[in-house]
Structure formats: C-alpha cells, structure tokens
C-alpha cells in the first residue's frame, strides 16, 4: 500500500449533489487518518452546467486534481457526462454510470448509442438506473447516495465508516432515506 | 484538530488565528468564500463587502493606518480595480499588518482572462507569498503578516483556482491576539505629495533590497533533496503538480518569489546540468532567473503558457509526448439562464425588438447564449454603459435606439454609477438597464450596497437606483417588474424612442432566492398550442418542444406562476398553472 493513491472522478450535472458525495468520500478518508485533497470549480454547480469533483487519497498527496488516464474509478452521475471525461480514466480502471439522461439545454434530443460509446472505451463499465434506486429509497434526490454507495463497493472502507460520515453530512430529516439510498446502490453493483 | 479547509477556508481560519481585525472584500470567483468564511468568526473579526475592490482596498489600508491586522480579498481582475491605491499604499507602507489576497484564474474556469498577478508584486514592489495547500495557506498568512509588519510593507499572497476550491488537510490552532498600534500622524509618510513621495521611493528600493536578503534564507522558500541530476524550481499550485510529474527531482519550492532570492536559486542552479522551472501561465520566475544570467534551465520553451497544468502536463511537457489520451466528441452543456430567472424577459424583449446591448459581467451575460443572443459586447465590470455612449457618440444618437446598456445591480454598484453620471453629463441618449435581482447571483448570493443587508447580517441602508440617477440628471428613471413582460416591453420601447438618457430598474428576485416562492409546474395545452415556438425563445431550459414541435414543460424545472414568462408569451394561452388549463 506505500505510497498507492486512489483516484476517483465524480461527474455529472449541476444539482445532482455531486459535491455532498465527494464530500463524504472525503471525510471517510480523513477519518481513515489519510493523507486527501478534493478539487471542484464552484461557481456554475447551479446553473446546469458540467460539473466534475475529483477525490484522490492516500499516503502522500501532491496534486489535487486527477490528470487524464489516472482514475481508478470514474462514477458519473448521468450518462452522457461519462463519455465527456471517459480519457480521466487509468488504463484497467472502472467506470460506474447513472443511466440517466438529461438533455442539455439548446438540444431536443439525446444523443444516441452513448451507452456503447462508453463500454467500448472502458470494459469495465456499470450501468445502474440510480433514479430508480432514489425513488425506491425514498426521494428522487437521493440519486448522490446511491451512486455513492456504488461506487464505496469498490474502496477499502467498511459499511460502518460510509454510514458514520453519511449520517454527520446529510440533514437529520433524511438520514433514513439516504442510508437506504446507499444500501440499494452499494447492492447493485455488488451481485 | 485536523480537518479539511479549501484554500479559500484557510485563508479565513489563517485570519482569525493570526490576530486579524478588519478584512474586506469586494466577491468574485474563486476569491468569494474567504469573506463568506471570515464572517463565522465575526466575534473576532470584523468583515465587510465593498462596493468594489478599489474600496474595498482602500478600507483595509485605512485599517491598517489604525494599527490592525488587516487583509483584503479579491480575484485576480479585481486587483486590476484596486491598483491605482495598490501602486501607492506600498510606499506609504503599513502600521497594522496588511495583506492583499489575490485569487488567480488560470483555466479561466469563471474569469474573463487569465493575467498572472505575481506581476504585480513585481510591479508594486512589494512581497509575493505563495503557499502551495491549505496548511501552507494558514501557516504562511502569520509570516505574511510577520513581513509586513517587520518591513512596513503590503504583502501579496496569491491563491489560484485549485489552491482557493481544493480541499486539503488542515490542524487547527488557537487565536492569537496582535495588539492594535497607537494611531500616529505621520503625514511624512502619508501624504504622499512629490516631495514626500521622491524620498518614499528611495525608501521602496532599500526596503525591496532588505526583504531580498531575508528571502535568501527564509523558511518559505527550501530545497526538497531528491535524484541528485534531476532539479526543478516551482512555486504555488504548480509545484504540487511538477512533483507528481517528477516523483524523484530535487525541488526548490519557492514561497517567498519576489523580491526574488536570486542567490538561493542560483546556488541550487549550479548543483544541476538542467533546471525545469515549472511555471502556470507566465515564466515570472524564469524571468528572474534569465536575467541574472543563469542559463540552465528549461521552462517557458517547454511548459505551456495557455490555461491550467497538471501533472500530465508538466510530465507530456517535458517527455515531449502526449499522454492526454482521446476526448469522445460530446454535445457541450453550456450553463445558461436558470428557469424563473428574472432577466429572461429584458434579453428576450430586446431579442424581438430587435436592439441589441452592449453589457456586463453577471449572470445576465449568459444572455448572449442562443436563442435569446441579446449581447453585443462584455468587457470588464461596468463597461456596459461606456461602451453604449461611446458608440453613441461614434454612430450617432439615433443609433442609442438600438443599442441599449444593460448591468447587474451589483455591477452598477460596483462601476456602472460613474458611467451613469457621465452619460447625463456628456448628453447621452443611452437607455440604462440595470437588471436588479437585488443580489450578487453569479458569485453566489451576496448582499451589496444596493440590498439592505451586510457581510455581518446587519440591515442598512438601501442604495436607491432612481434617486441616484434623478440626482446625477438623468431625468427618466423608472422601476419595472422583471416578471410582466407588457411592462417589460413598454418600457424598453419608450426608453429607447425618446432623445434623453433613461434608467429602467428591472426589479425581480433572483429564482434562486426564493425557493419557497416557486408553484407547480405550468403545463402547455397541446391542443391548442400552435407550434409557433414564441415559448421557445425565451431559451428556459423547462421547455422543449415534443415529435410535433409543440411545446412542453419539464416539472422538474418550472418553477410555475412565480415567473410564467412563457404564459405571457403565448399567443394563444395555451400556458397555464394545471387546475386552470
Ligand atoms: C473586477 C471584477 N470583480 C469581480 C468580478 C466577479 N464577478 C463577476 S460577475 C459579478 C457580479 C454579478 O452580480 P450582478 O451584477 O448583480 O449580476 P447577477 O449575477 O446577479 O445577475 C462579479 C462580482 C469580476 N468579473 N471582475
């Protein structure tokens, strides 16, 4: 494990929560005792624009974005955003899709075969339908804790240390929905 | 404690734990969140918004003149405000330690240019610190501090982009409180008439001199052994990436840049056969380096000057190959106008009646996106109104009908009142929009002279658009409701149709505001809707249009009767809150 850094890329749309996922990610790894750094642009997260967060821990952290063909993992919070960061990706990593779509705004339609695109860049690829998931969990916005739990199936934490910095983040209201949030999406991916 | 704190956030933290009294500020991205930050420590700290940075500038050195710890905040353009109080404030020097933060762009991720401000420690000259994390960040704003209060000068400390929005590991310390000096007069010093200011100057040069020698063997700026063949020099944010490029290289990471310690990197130069100095943007240092005749090195012919590095970048740059892998062609998504957006309905009107607009920097700019494509030009804060007079007075008055100015309440506060005045001065013709959402959108939600509320939550007075623009002679002043597009349209036509300069308020709250505000969504007619696409143009991103090229409205991002633009649009009222239609 000296000197190994984990890389992961979260993508996705202004207003789907990207930053409170990167967020817990970060505190998981924190509390871990690890050296971490979380890099965002603010600014544009609101008016439905790209939005990317990169997350990279270990023993010893220097930049504090990843470079392209560097993440272990790439989890992409909507489908087409995926294919616009897909060379972030390291050579054997692995990609975690949202199937859902949303058009950008000045398009009518959604671009086709985006699904084939990304599988062919990267093998290791998982669709999950995490609006599904929401929903079943409790709230369409829960969408963030789904692909978090996702994803967390693929990092060295253990459940009880996602479910400590999920429950310190997330407003009390909502704790129950998005632990369950978490639950169904670390499932899906785990079977 | 150790905790997680962007730059932005140990910038604010370093305030509090280094005896800061007074900080200011004037919002811009990625500068924003330090005064948004050093507002939870206001038991401490007192914090305010300026009306821009020039002020803002001004108020922290005349803290400073009171014999306080001060700093103030900006991003990179701003400076380009602040520098006229900038270039002088460095040789009246301060009493209470000041600091000027300065928050660079490059990528220009929210900036309309990429300038590297360590120019202008060059040119000002006065100290350039640059931490390269969080830590650093907090540690180096208490030497900062230390510098300037030991020299009696201003200190620029320069974040970046990835510095002020990266999350980095931080421990936490205890406030030390710096105990406030005496207020002297000293007009020798202050008042800085030719004659005060010719012996000022010599006493700049000595001081540069004396801070250099200090730099040579301050802490800030240290050598990291590594492979004895390979050496680099870097400093700020592209150190972090020259050492993930270069796992192995010995380093000499520079915290304290100007005045520049030329002999520290001199003797670090003669260790090595090559040096890579890795540089973002401009070879600030490389300059330094090639003029006192040190030659070794590599860095601007190899290191691109064009927007962001990372590690890859320094790695390609230097390797000459590219490792930057294929982009898969994707449809960009651009940000844009949010639904309910009040200046939705002044681009749209101008859109239709075809004028066009010279504007501003806000949220409102988006207004040049299509389909609405109401801007002509965007230049720097507050040169709306110049530039519509100036074409004006190039083309004739007649051309004022079509070409309107249109800035944001905060902009107008910020630099758009000076241009109001000399267009009722010089008799401009020119139509004033300012599109008041009665907020700072763009930045994310501050309050300024136009809002009624402060940095520190207090209520005050509320700047009045038409009384100012009535006291400076513009004679038609008038507030509209952003919301009603008839009004909208009225006001625009008469505005433009008359020979004299008019100020039009259009008055809306930012969508974003007033969540509680918003109702279900609206939803189209399809059988009465025409296809006639007039809901198209005002570009929400809630309406689309389905197989028959009609109308529909996604409930996802309506935000209903609160704005119902689209509803007034519609030539047939085929839009409408569900239970009515
Ligand atoms: C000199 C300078 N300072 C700050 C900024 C950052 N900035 C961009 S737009 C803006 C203000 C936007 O507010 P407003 O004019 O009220 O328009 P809104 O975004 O609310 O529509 C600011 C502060 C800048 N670009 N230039």
New binding site residues.
């Given amino acids: 494990m000296a000197n190994k850094t984990t890389d992961v890329f979260i993508c996705g749309v202004g207003g789907q929560g990207i930053l409170l996922a990167s967020e817990i990610l970060s505190d998981v790894a924190l509390a871990k005792g690890l050296d971490i750094k979380k890099s965002e642009v603010h600014g544009m997260a609101q008016r439905g624009g790209s939005v990317v967060s990169h997350v990279r821990f270990g023993e010893a952290i220097h930049s504090p974005v990843i470079a392209e063909g560097e993440a272990d993992i790439l989890a992409s919070f909507e489908k087409m955003e995926a294919l616009r960061w897909i060379q972030f990706v390291k050579p054997g990593g692995k990609v975690i899709v949202n199937s859902q779509e949303i058009v950008p705004s000045g398009m009518e339609t959604y671009p086709p075969a985006i699904d084939r695109k990304i599988s062919e860049r990267v093998p290791d690829t998982m669709f999950i339908d995490a609006l599904k998931l929401a929903k079943e969990a409790g709230h369409l916005r829960a969408v963030n804790i789904v692909m978090l739990g996702a994803f967390s199936h693929f990092l060295e934490f253990t459940e009880d240390e996602w479910k400590t910095a999920i429950k310190a983040r997330v407003p009390k209201k909502t704790i129950e929905i998005n632990l369950r949030a978490f639950e169904l999406g670390r499932a899906a991916v785990s079977g | 404690m150790r905790v997680l704190l962007s730059g932005n956030e140990a910038v604010a933290r370093g305030c509090y734990e280094h005896g800061v009294k007074v900080a200011t500020a004037?919002?811009?991205?990625p500068s924003t969140e330090i005064l948004e930050n050093v507002v939870k420590y206001k038991d401490d700290v007192y914090s305010q918004w300026s009306p821009?940075?020039k002020v803002a500038f001004e108020v922290a050195m005349g803290a400073s003149f009171g014999g306080v710890r001060t700093l103030v905040a900006?991003?990179h353009?701003?400076l380009?405000?602040a520098a006229d109080p900038l270039m002088t404030s460095t040789s009246v020097g301060g009493d209470g330690g000041f600091v000027i933060v300065t928050a660079d762009d490059p990528g220009m991720h929210s900036?309309?240019n990429e300038q590297d401000n360590r120019y202008y420690a060059k040119f000002a000259k006065i100290p350039l610190v640059e931490p390269s994390d969080s830590q650093e960040v907090l540690d180096f704003l208490g030497t900062a501090y230390e510098i300037s209060e030991q020299f009696g000068t201003p200190v620029l400390f320069r974040l970046t982009t990835r510095l002020s929005h990266a999350k980095t590991p931080v421990e936490l310390g205890e406030r030390t409180e710096v105990a406030q000096k005496e207020y002297v007069k000293d007009t020798s010093s202050r008042v800085v008439i030719p004659a005060h200011a010719r012996r000022l100057h010599v006493k700049v040069e000595k001081r540069l001199e004396a801070i250099r020698e200090y730099a040579e063997t301050s802490p800030l700026n240290r050598v990291i052994e590594g492979d004895p063949k390979v050496g680099v020099i870097s400093s700020g944010i592209s150190y972090q990436y020259a050492r993930d490029a270069l796992p192995e290289a010995t380093f000499l990471k520079l915290g304290l840049s100007y005045p520049f310690p030329v002999e520290l990197a001199r003797k670090f130069c003669e260790r090595f056969e090559t040096v890579y100095v890795v540089e973002e943007n401009e070879p600030f240092i490389e300059e330094f380096l090639r003029y006192a005749g040190i030659t070794n090195i590599i860095g601007r012919e190899k290191i691109p000057a064009c927007g962001e590095l990372n590690q890859r970048i320094v790695r390609d740059s230097i390797s000459g190959e590219d490792t930057a892998g294929e982009k898969t062609p994707v449809p960009p998504r651009p940000p844009v106008l949010c639904p309910g957006c009040p200046?939705r309905s002044t681009f749209y009107t101008l859109n239709r009646l075809k004028i066009g607009s010279t504007s501003?920097?806000?949220?409102?700019t988006l207004g040049v996106m299509p389909p609405l494509e109401g801007i002509d030009t965007c230049i720097?804060?507050g040169a709306s109104i110049g530039n519509s007079l100036g074409m004006e007075k190039a083309i004739g008055k007649e051309f004022a009908k079509k070409m309107v100015a249109v800035?944001?309440?905060?902009?107008?506060v910020?630099s758009g009142m000076t241009g109001l005045a000399d267009v009722a001065y010089n008799k401009g013709a020119t139509t004033v929009i300012v599109?008041d959402?009665s907020?700072?959108?763009?930045?994310g939600h501050q309050d300024h002279a136009g809002t009624g509320t402060t940095l520190m939550g207090e209520s005050t007075t509320k700047l009045d658009y038409i009384k100012l623009a009535e006291s400076v002679g513009v004679k038609d002043a008038r507030r509209v409701n952003a919301f009603d597009m008839e009004a909208v349209k009225t006001a625009i036509k008469e505005a433009t149709d008359n020979d004299e300069a008019t100020l039009l308020v259009m008055e809306g709250p930012?969508a974003l505001q007033v969540r509680g505000q918003w109702g279900p969504a609206l939803v189209v007619d399809s059988e009465n809707c025409t296809a006639c696409g007039l809901c198209l143009r005002l570009g929400c991103p809630a309406i689309s249009k389905d197989e028959d090229g009609k109308a529909t409205i996604n409930p996802l991002f309506c935000v209903g009767e609160f704005c119902s633009m689209c509803a007034q649009v519609c030539p047939v009222d085929c839009i409408a809150v569900p239970d009515k239609s």
């Fill in positions: 004037y919002p811009g991205t821009n940075e900006m991003k353009v701003g380009n405000v900036s309309q200046h501003d920097i806000g949220c409102y720097c804060m800035i944001g309440d905060s902009t107008f910020h599109v959402n907020i700072t959108a763009m930045t930012c």
